[in-house]
């Protein structure tokens, strides 16, 4: 019975049996069963027999899992299955007009009617099933929504964040100051004191129109002409100068400073961080002590 049982399967919400099961229990070829269906098509109506669809078959393959039906083509057939409900497996039986599908044939209702019987006691529980897995479906829904907003999130804020680099990580760290830069819609200021063309090369990034002032000390890398040729494709560019800051601070629309470890030509060659300073007065405290001491 529990051999029967396990070859029970569920197909567009009804209890069946496919033909080549049923062959092998009535010690039969497939092909025979079937063509005494059709030979008698008239006792077999769509409630009683019906011939798989792809879709039918692949959730069948589903239920059943790795079986003989994963096997050429249909389970070594070039046509679809039919399947069987409970009355068009008796009414084989009939048609058979064997011993051995008779007997067979009594088993199976015997199995269908324990399987009506389990599911008939076991409703309640089914029903309370079905409202868990519904409620988790909800859940899960609810929760990927949350998930992809806080990973949605993330990746538009990254900046703002604590970030640190590695040795080595020369491209991530490039890719991150450059997203700072671009996110200036009117004005940057970059505070470094050790800048040259690679420094240059990053500020290229911004977008159009966006004023740029670095502050850095005399002796700095860059001369006249590089700051015209920048100015020339990438306007505008103004270099100050002042010897009052020790680390290195890129300010974004005077609104967001960044704290940066290292000056931002030699990103990722060495371990180091860029972090929001969260500190409103900051900025302000920041831009007026270089309108104080800084030197054109």
Known sequence: MEKLNSLIYNIRKRHVMIDSDLAKLYSVETSVLNRAVKRNIARFPNDFCFQLTFEDYTNLKCQIGISSLDDNSYGGRRTLPYVFTEQGIYMLASVLRSEVAINVSISIMRAFAEMRHFISNNNLLFERISNVELKQLEYEKKTDTQLKQIFDYISENEESNQKIFFDGQIYD????????????????????????????????????????????????????????????????????????FHDRFLIVDNKYAYHIGASIKDAGKKCFGINLIENNGFVKDVLQRLKLQTED
């Open 173 to 244: 760290a490039f890719s991150l100051i450059a997203r700072l830069i671009k996110k200036a819609g009117s004005e940057l200021v970059l505070i470094d004191n050790y800048v040259d063309i690679g420094t240059l090369n990053l500020l290229s990034k911004k977008k159009e129109n966006v004023k740029v002032t670095i502050f850095t000390l005399k002796k700095t890398r860059l001369n006249n002409k590089d700051v015209t040729n920048f100015n020339a494709q990438y306007p505008t560019l103004e270099v100050k100068y002042t010897e009052i």
